[in-house]
């Protein structure tokens, strides 16, 4: 497959009253196109910070990062980010929220029609379409997490860039959207690139789930392969030999690896 997103060499420190933190060091990740890869390990490991410098919120101390043959140098709507904060403007309806950044990214090469088109289709997409006149003070936790990844998708990216987008709400709520998500992939063949602290929403999603050592320096340590069929079913997966065989080995590296380099 297509080496899409190549991170070669990438280390990040941070300036400090105390002198230099070093939060990366020597990240190499190649991820193919359609891929979905995420990104695990405990709090401070960094995996937020690699995700703002694909996003291109900040810039790295040393290494390279290329999407489509393309450095990445500053933030950009080849990547659409979705935080675990929805980030809507409380002023604006969904519809208006999507349309935002549409306008941003298309405004002058498309009509007006056009764009309208490619926000209704987007709020469809995650079964919106009937509360885009709605405020985000009148919608669900869930339902503004949809609106985020509507906008996201509604720019077209190349990446698909997700920092916890269900860490904030119910386990149902979660669930649902996770395997919302899982569709939404699989139809618009998305790369995507996410942190989560969820094994479970790691091996339940991915294509690999790469395993970041605690910081500071940190690093990649371990990248699973998740050879599970697509679709996936959660309920089946419950009871599948393979599926807790790579939950049992993400679960080694965090808690019995880490966590004895740390002690």
Not at 50 to 72: C, F, K, Y
Not at 175 to 200: F, N, Y
Not at 230 to 249: E, G, I, N, S, V
Request: with cysteine; glycine share 8%; hydrophobic share 45%.
């Amino acid at each position: 497959m297509e080496k899409y997103l190549q991170i070669d060499g990438v280390e990040m420190t941070f300036e400090t009253r105390k002198g230099p933190f070093v939060a990366l060091a020597g990240i190499d990740l190649a991820v193919s196109r359609g891929e979905f890869v995420s990104l695990i390990g405990h709090s401070g490991c960094g995996k937020s910070t690699l995700l703002n410098l694909i996003a291109g919120l900040m810039r790295s101390t040393a290494g390279t990062m290329l999407l489509a043959n393309r450095e990445i140098a500053g933030p950009g709507p080849d990547r659409g980010v979705v935080f675990q904060n929805h980030s809507l403007l409380p002023w604006l309806t969904c519809f208006e929220n999507v349309h935002l950044a549409v306008e941003r990214v298309f405004a002058g090469t498309e009509p007006k029609a056009k764009l309208k088109e490619r926000v209704h289709r987007a709020l469809e997409m995650v079964h919106l379409d009937h509360a885009d006149h709605k405020y985000p003070h009148e919608i669900s936790g869930g339902m503004k997490q949809r609106v985020g990844i509507a906008r996201a998708l509604a720019m077209e990216p190349k990446v698909l860039l997700l920092d916890e987008p269900f860490g904030a709400l119910d386990a149902l709520t979660r669930a649902h959207l996770q395997d919302e998500l899982a569709k939404l992939v699989a139809a618009t063949g998305s790369t995507v690139v996410m942190v989560t602290h969820d094994v479970d929403e790691a091996v339940l999603l991915s294509d690999r789930v790469v395993m970041m050592t605690n910081g500071p320096a940190a690093r990649i340590g371990e990248i699973l392969e998740v050879d599970l069929p697509r679709p996936r079913d959660r309920l089946a997966l419950a009871t599948d030999a393979r599926y807790m065989r790579l939950r049992t080995q993400v679960l080694q590296f965090l808690y019995r690896k880490q966590l004895k380099e740390a002690a």
